[in-house]
């Protein structure tokens, strides 16, 4: 049984930082690319960046720049490194893992953490 925990949401001020972690157990095979997604209110979840076990990235064309995706393939745990928030960045941040290909999402989700920014 696979199962996702994320730590890390809160509340930031715009231009502030927050790092999500999002630790996997399980199937070692379901951890071959891991991600994040985002749901703000009244949109439909999208990609936010996903990595494989190679290290080969992916990002939304919103965070390049100001997000970065790394992780730890021996504890099967991803993190995302947000920098310079926004308003826009505002919404509940998924955790997500499967077997790949990188880009699609895998059939492996965590429970959600908010993330909110504001002043």
């Known amino acids: 049984q696979v199962q996702l925990v994320e730590s890390g949401g809160g509340l930031v001020q715009p231009g502030g930082s927050l790092r999500l972690s999002c630790a996997g157990s399980?199937?070692?095979?379901?951890?071959?690319?891991m991600g994040w997604y985002r749901q703000a209110p009244g949109q439909q979840r999208e990609l936010v960046a996903t990595s494989t076990r190679g290290f080969t990235t992916n990002y939304a064309d919103s965070v390049k720049g100001r997000f970065t995706i790394s992780r730890d393939n021996a504890k099967n745990t991803v993190y995302l490194q947000m920098n310079n928030l926004g308003p826009e960045d505002t919404a509940v941040y998924y955790c997500n893992a499967g077997p790949g290909p990188n880009g699609v999402p895998g059939n492996y989700w965590g429970q959600g953490t908010q993330v909110t920014v504001s002043s």
């Open positions: 399980g199937s070692h095979g379901s951890f071959n690319v």
